[in-house]
């Protein structure tokens, strides 16, 4: 009968195709391994580096020993008091840095670091997370208290 031949066709068939797909997983794993498929971690302080208008993310710098800093610079015309101020970390794990209220003065720069050690010690990692700033004008009646918050996605740097 004819049925041998049609198993047999079918068998070659799944074969041939077979190793061509185990093949091409295997190649594919090898790649992964050897880290060509990992593209790098696309470094940002929020979108364009904005808190707020006036305010810019200029850089965020996690360590491995597990510390946080922040460097904001103040645009406004007038100082700023902040308070508040967390970055809540998304991955890898998760966890909240605290940071000490303080102040910045028009056209400044402050490098603002957390509290106590939040950042977890995987140094080369990607580390993304969210920073929520609040802050009040200095000189106001009644202050305001706005509030940023953005994104941050930030590569672990070592201690």
Wanted: charged residues 10%; proline residues 5%.
């Amino acid at each position: 009968m004819n049925f041998n031949r049609k198993g047999q066709a079918a068998m070659e068939f799944l074969m041939t195709y077979g190793w061509a797909i185990l093949i091409a997983i295997i190649a594919i794993a090898a790649l992964i391994a050897f880290g060509v498929l990992n593209p790098p971690v696309q470094e940002v302080c929020g979108t364009s580096g904005v808190l707020i208008t006036g305010l810019s993310c200029v850089k965020a710098i996690p360590t491995a020993n597990g510390n946080m800093s922040i460097q904001v610079t103040n645009n406004l015309q007038q100082k700023i008091d902040y308070q508040d101020m967390t970055f809540t970390i998304l991955s890898p794990g998760s966890a909240t840095c605290n940071f000490a209220a303080g102040e910045i003065s028009p056209g400044a720069t402050a490098t603002i670091t957390s509290t106590a050690a939040c950042v977890p010690n995987q140094a080369g990692k990607g580390m993304k997370g969210d920073l929520v700033f609040n802050y009040f004008f200095d000189d106001a009646a009644s202050p305001m208290y706005p509030s940023g918050n953005i994104r941050i996605v930030q590569k672990i740097a070592s201690a």
